[in-house]
């Protein structure tokens, strides 16, 4: 699986972006996405999730509310939209992608570590 983000760049507080992730090779519903960010000098973190079945989201406690990922299985995209952004928010933005051996399978994961296939990244600045 190959994945392109796009989408970032530079916006004032309380703004919109919406980034898109393009995904290349298998991208059956076997595959759980999510989207993670590093900002500089921290380590990289998760920002949403959603299960192989794209019914269950889960949402970092600093996001939730204003981000939304979202997942358009025909295109093969899946969505971060980020509203009422924050400076707190700016950071290099990765999607990922893990197989979960299963068909439409309803959970999720968070970690790092569990995400063997991701984006190059696209930045995403927010000016007060």
């Known amino acids: 699986v190959q994945l392109q983000a796009s989408g970032g760049g530079l916006v004032q507080a309380g703004g919109s972006l919406r980034l898109s992730c393009v995904a290349s090779g298998r991208t059956e519903r076997q595959y759980a996405p999510g989207w993670f960010r590093q900002a500089p000098g921290k380590e990289r973190e998760f920002v949403a999730v959603m299960s192989g079945n794209g019914k269950n989201t889960l949402y970092a406690d600093s996001v939730k509310g204003r981000l939304t990922i979202s997942r358009d299985n025909d295109a093969n995209t899946v969505y971060l939209q980020m509203d009422s952004l924050k400076p707190e928010d700016t950071a290099v933005y990765f999607c990922?992608?893990?197989?979960?051996?299963?068909?439409?399978?309803?959970?999720?994961?968070?970690?790092?570590?569990?995400?063997?296939?991701w984006g190059q990244g696209t930045q995403v600045t927010v000016s007060s």
């Open positions: 990922a992608s893990v197989k979960t051996g299963y068909y439409n399978a309803d959970f999720y994961f968070t970690r790092v570590r569990d995400y063997p296939y």
